[in-house]
């Protein structure tokens, strides 16, 4: 019997010397020690409150004094009497000590406020006081933007300076100035 197959190619394979991971490889390695949110495939979405999501990282610039801002335009919590959904854009700056927070393990800590029942206030120093608990930062405020419900929106503003050092003042003074010129709100 004639068949019009091709000869079967056999490959013989050679394993390589294991190189030494590149700089970029080592860098990333040790950056992200201890970060089991960033890159997984398996990341798990908390139905109610949960602060144990959050995970940090080392600031690289210690020696700076600098702020870094997360706009969150998708937080939703529930109400604690209706239990009906509170929307509001979340803004969260702070001046990083020693560790930041990672992003992701905020979004999913963010997100797990989605069934969580708090008043629009309680909610702000929450996330506030956990995130001070978390990094220790030099200095951290976080301002929510609610939708209104009822005809009237709630805008809490929180915010704290690490006790005994300026950034103290500058809690104070960004408290007793916050919101001096307010946007109009026309579209919410």
């Not at 992003?103 to 909610?123: A, M, P, Q, T, V």
């Not at 009822?150 to 500058?170: A, F, L, M, Q």
Request: glycine share 6%.
């Amino acid at each position: 019997m004639k068949t019009d197959e091709a000869p079967k190619a056999t490959a013989t394979i050679v394993a390589a010397e294991p190189s030494a991971p590149s700089p970029v490889e080592a860098v990333s390695s040790r950056e992200g020690e201890g970060l089991t949110q960033l890159g997984s495939q398996g990341t798990r979405y908390s139905a109610d409150y949960d602060p144990d999501v959050l995970e940090t990282f080392v600031n690289k610039h210690q020696d700076n004094d600098y702020f870094v801002k997360f706009n969150c335009p998708e937080f939703t919590s529930l109400c604690p009497i209706t239990g009906q959904p509170d929307f509001a854009t979340i803004y969260i700056s702070y001046v990083p000590d020693v560790r930041m927070v990672e992003s992701k393990s905020l979004k999913l800590y963010l997100f797990s406020f989605r069934n969580h029942g708090d008043f629009h206030e309680d909610c702000m120093n929450i996330i506030m006081k956990d995130l001070i608990a978390l990094m220790d930062p030099k200095y951290i405020e976080v301002w929510g933007k609610f939708t209104p419900r009822g005809g009237i929106s709630i805008d809490p503003y929180c915010n704290y300076g690490r006790p005994g050092t300026k950034w103290e003042e500058v809690a104070w003074q960004r408290l007793s100035q916050h919101d001096l010129y307010p946007e109009k709100v026309d579209n919410r």
